[in-house]
């Protein structure tokens, strides 16, 4: 993206396709992980954001609330919430992180890890069509309204599809400030929300807050 | 607002998220010209049909070319359907080489009559899922299976799985309704159209009228269910959580369901049951019963959905969007649309339904929290700008991918 482009703002549709692989309990999961292709660690683990209603208490990914709520194997279920995908730097790092830790876990069981006392764990994996919404933006006031008005899938798009799936640096909203308006201080600021916020929602207005502050002049 | 015929996609922008109409536009304009087909069984009756007929409007409106073109037969043909229907839920047929003769025949020949040249083809349910049979080179074709296949029976998936791997995808409800093909199988969740009949703001007043038509008094918190009056929907333990609950609330039992189908039906017993109690009401529902359950749903304090075995049972979402908690059971598609502990609770008993019920009704402030809850999880993930979004994908998907 060069200085004087402006931001063009694209949402996403979904798509999700069920795939052959499932599990009953921890032992198939780990099996299953080491099979299923990445894209379904993406599914499972950053894009549960897209449909996560607001839950404070749940797990961030959805291996660690299967085991939670349905295996219902609390110590796994918390070690497995541990695994961070916004940190790991690569889906393939998050598989072999969950990987051991489910290893590790039932190295250390003693004894055959609990069946699912309710819904077997049923893989998935996304797929995306990007689709502009209509927004762009010259300056860091249209930037604002626009991340107020776009579909919540370009938050999608533009912060977690980006940085974590596609690899685009900081994620594409940080990126721009940085490059094309020059505010390094802002940009740092966007790249380091918190993406477990909680909902998509909420990354969106935590967004708005550190861009309305920063027009505020309270950010150079 | 415009008449529920005559809506176009602008008229959604006051429900749907914010910016959901503007993205739907986009990709629109960037499928604009292709044809998409869809083939069901009737154009009347059952809940992926009254999706269609909204659907199918709003892709047109955004420039899609789409046509919704219907399968017929001859009497007996309906009866093989009927028999399939029910082999399909599980219940054990005789299904007869001469019954999938007639099928595929009924679809060879349809298949003469129909326009189904097309960028998609969607066919809908297991009746003109022969036509695949005479599929052309070009296009791209879907099965969108809206039926749970998870209890079919075995020799009878044996004779259509060669047909369903004919398409180039599958679609089901959920996860646990889906068969296993080797062809990519991708979920899309049922929908409610909040402008519908069954689904629009109502006043007060209106709701009044169709309350005292249907002779439920407004004078106690009313508990309600909304479904068939057979067996595993399990309307006599509805009856008798109402009656734990009774014991230290004043409430009002609503039981309302569609005129049971001959034989098998629990409405006698339903109705006995009531016959004691003057604080339940059970109503068999006229036909198209839209705004009779909009005015029901309103005003219930709490919905029930406690089937023992179920589909994907829309009327979950139907209850969330009026802004109620739901209790409910986890058959079928009622936990994929509920999220347990904030927009209602599950339950497995005719006692945790209670206990659930009670909870509630001595804490209404959750009643409150839990149903804005509800109303938002299904703003975001079950109104039609939902499902047509998820069709346009898989449009998208397929047609973009074509022979890649």
Redesign the interface.
């Known amino acids: 993206m060069t200085p004087t482009e402006p931001f063009v703002f694209l949402g996403c549709l979904e798509l999700n396709e069920l795939l052959p692989h499932e599990a009953h309990d921890a032992r198939e999961l780990l099996l299953q992980l080491e099979r299923v292709p990445v894209e379904s660690i993406f599914c499972h683990t950053s894009a549960a954001l897209l449909h996560r209603p607001v839950l404070p208490e749940a797990y961030p990914n959805d291996f660690a609330l299967w085991v939670g709520t349905d295996v219902r194997d609390g110590r796994l279920a918390e070690r497995l919430a541990a695994v961070d995908p916004f940190h790991a730097g690569s889906m393939e790092r998050v598989r072999e992180e969950l990987i051991a830790t489910i290893g590790d876990h039932l190295q250390h069981l003693g004894a055959a890890p609990p069946r699912t006392q309710g819904r077997r764990f049923r893989f998935f994996q996304l797929h995306l069509v990007p689709v502009p919404t209509g927004h762009k933006a010259r300056n860091l006031g249209e930037f604002r309204d626009a991340i107020a008005e776009v579909d919540v899938s370009a938050i999608f798009y533009h912060t977690i599809e980006a940085r974590y799936r596609s690899g685009r640096g900081r994620g594409d909203f940080a990126e721009w400030v940085g490059s094309a308006l020059g505010l390094n201080e802002l940009a740092d600021r966007l790249a380091h929300i918190d993406p477990h916020a909680g909902s998509l929602e909420r990354i969106r207005d935590r967004h708005l807050s550190v861009l309305s502050d920063a027009l505020a002049g309270e950010v150079s | 607002m415009a008449q529920s015929s005559l809506l176009t996609l602008d008229d959604y922008r006051q429900v749907a998220?914010?910016?959901?109409v503007?993205?739907l536009?986009?990709?629109g304009e960037?499928l604009r010209g292709r044809r998409f087909v869809h083939v069901s069984a009737s154009r009347y009756g059952g809940q992926a049909v009254e999706v269609l007929n909204r659907v199918v409007p709003l892709l047109n409106d955004l420039g899609i070319e789409t046509s919704w073109e219907i399968i017929i037969g001859t009497a007996d043909f309906d009866q093989v359907v009927r028999a399939l229907g029910k082999a399909l839920a599980g219940t054990e047929q005789v299904i007869t080489d001469a019954m999938l003769g007639r099928l595929r025949e009924t679809c060879l020949d349809n298949a003469r009559r129909l326009q189904l040249e097309a960028d998609l083809v969607m066919v809908h349910d297991v009746t003109p899922l022969g036509l695949v049979e005479s599929r052309s080179a070009s296009g791209r074709w879907v099965w969108r299976c809206h039926q749970d296949l998870s209890s079919v029976q075995p020799q009878l998936w044996t004779a259509l799985r060669p047909m369903a791997q004919r398409y180039d995808a599958a679609v089901?409800s959920v996860?646990?309704f889906?068969a296993?093909l080797s062809i990519?199988?991708?979920?899309v969740y049922p929908s409610i159209d909040p402008l519908s009949e069954r689904n629009r703001e109502m006043t007060r007043a209106e709701q009044a009228v169709q309350l005292d038509r249907l002779r439920v008094p407004r004078d106690k918190p009313i508990l309600l269910q909304v479904g068939p009056f057979e067996r595993q929907h399990d309307p006599l333990g509805v009856v008798n959580a109402y009656r734990l609950v009774k014991k230290l609330h004043d409430v009002r039992l609503v039981l309302a369901g569609p005129p049971p189908a001959p034989g098998g039906d629990a409405l006698g017993d339903v109705q006995e049951a009531a016959s004691r109690d003057p604080d339940i009401s059970v109503i068999v529902l006229p036909p198209d019963p839209h705004v009779e359950l909009n005015a029901l749903e309103r005003a219930a304090t709490i919905a029930i959905q406690k089937p023992l075995r179920a589909g994907f049972t829309i009327e979950v979402a139907t209850a969330m969007w009026k802004g109620k908690p739901v209790i409910g059971t986890?058959a079928g598609g009622i936990p994929f649309q509920m999220?347990a502990n904030?927009?209602g609770y599950t339950v497995e008993t005719v006692e945790g339904a209670a206990f659930r019920i009670r909870h509630l009704l001595s804490n209404p402030e959750l009643i409150g929290r839990m149903g804005a809850?509800g109303r938002?999880?299904v703003r975001?993930?079950f109104l039609v700008t939902r499902h047509l979004?998820?069709y346009?994908?898989?449009l998208?998907?397929l047609t973009?991918h074509a022979g890649g």
């Open positions: 998220p914010r910016g959901t503007d993205l536009r986009r990709i960037r089901f996860a646990r889906a296993p990519p199988r991708f979920i986890i999220v904030v927009t809850a938002e999880h975001r993930n979004s998820d346009l994908a898989v998208a998907h973009e």
